[in-house]
C-alpha cells in the first residue's frame, strides 16, 4: 500500500478532516517467520543480512510515511517493541540500535514494554526515554492494565 493513499483516505472522511492530528503505526517485523530468533541477543561485530533487510525495509517504509505525514500537517508516531533497543542492523554502512533509528525519524514513539510491575516498565524503558531527551522527541509507554501488581 502506498501510504499517502491511507492518508488521503483518512482525511477525505469528513468527521476525521480538520481534527486529525496524527497517525500511528504498529508496525512488527519481529512477528514475521523469517525474523531471526537471536536478533536481541548481545552484539556482535557481524551482522545478520535477513535482520538488516527486514530491519531496512521497514526503515525505508518509515521514511516514506515520515515525508507524506509531514507534507500533510500530520504527526508521525509508531509503536516499538521494547526488545527493539537491543537490536543492531546495518544501516547505510553504520551499525546502528533499531529502536534509535525509529525514534530518529519519528515524532512520537510508544514504547511496548506491556509489564504489570512500574519498576519493571520503568527500567526497562529509561534508555529510549533518555535518548528521545537528546534528540527532542517523545515517548509514550503504554502499560499492561490487567493484574497490576504493586511496587
Not at 530468533?37 to 531496512?56: R, Y
Request: proline share 6%; hydrophobic share 45%; aromatic share 10%.
Amino acid at each position: 500500500m502506498k501510504p499517502y493513499i491511507l492518508i488521503q483516505f483518512m482525511l477525505s472522511i469528513p468527521l476525521v478532516a480538520g481534527k486529525l492530528i496524527g497517525v500511528q503505526f504498529d508496525i512488527e517485523p519481529h512477528t514475521l517467520p523469517n525474523w531471526p530468533q537471536d536478533a536481541s541477543k548481545p552484539v556482535s561485530s557481524t551482522t545478520n543480512a535477513t535482520l538488516d533487510l527486514l530491519c531496512n525495509e521497514l526503515m525505508d517504509l518509515y521514511d516514506i510515511f515520515r515525508d507524506k505525514t509531514a507534507q500533510n500537517g500530520l504527526q508521525f508516531q509508531a509503536a516499538i517493541a521494547i526488545q527493539y533497543q537491543s537490536v543492531f542492523f546495518n544501516r547505510n554502512g553504520s551499525f546502528v540500535r533499531f529502536a534509535e533509528t525509529i525514534q530518529q525519524v519519528t515524532d512520537k514513539v510508544a514504547l511496548m514494554a506491556y509489564r504489570n510491575v512500574a519498576k519493571s516498565i520503568f527500567d526497562l524503558a529509561i534508555d529510549e526515554v533518555l535518548y528521545a531527551a537528546t534528540i527532542k522527541k517523545k515517548v509514550v509507554i503504554p502499560i499492561e492494565v490487567l493484574n497490576v501488581l504493586p511496587p
